[in-house]
Nanobody, 126 residues
Framework: QVQLVESGGGLVQAGGSLSLSCSTS????????MGWFRQAPGKEREFVAR??????????YYADSMKARFTISRDNTKNILYLQMATLRPEDTAVYYC?????????????????WGQGTQVTVSS
């Protein structure tokens, strides 16, 4: 069975940085599309970043508010997906979720992803 486990969350000051990791088991990372989402209390789950494979090249996509500050990457050798976050703001406070699709393509919609981690809390203090 496929399992995703996030780590790296915690408390950080505004303007600081955090790096999240998503370890996968049950399958190799391979060419599967992967993404990061977040959810604050009382709000809908929000797209953060994703990586897709078009058969030739990895494509990276970000929500507008994260584009200049966050970086998604993967290490297929270690089966780990990463999210590097910089210049964090209090409004970035949320539970961050790793998500995996069933193939190499996925949109920014949560419904496109078949596998989800339990989430890791990121709290940004002001």
């Amino acid at each position: 069975q496929v399992q995703l486990v996030e780590s790296g969350g915690g408390l950080v000051q505004a303007g600081g940085s955090l790096s999240l990791s998503c370890s996968t088991s049950g399958r190799t990372l391979g060419a599967y599309a992967m993404g990061w989402f977040r959810q604050a209390p009382g709000k809908e789950r929000e797209f953060v970043a994703r990586m897709t494979w078009n058969g030739f090249t990895w494509n990276k996509y970000y929500a507008d508010s994260m584009k200049a500050r966050f970086t998604i990457s993967r290490d297929n050798t270690k089966n780990i997906l990463y999210l590097q976050m910089a210049t964090l703001r209090p409004e970035d406070t949320a539970v961050y979720y790793c998500a995996g699709a069933s193939d190499s393509r996925a949109s920014s919609k949560p419904a496109d992803y078949a596998y989800w981690g339990q989430g890791t809390q990121v709290t940004v203090s002001s």
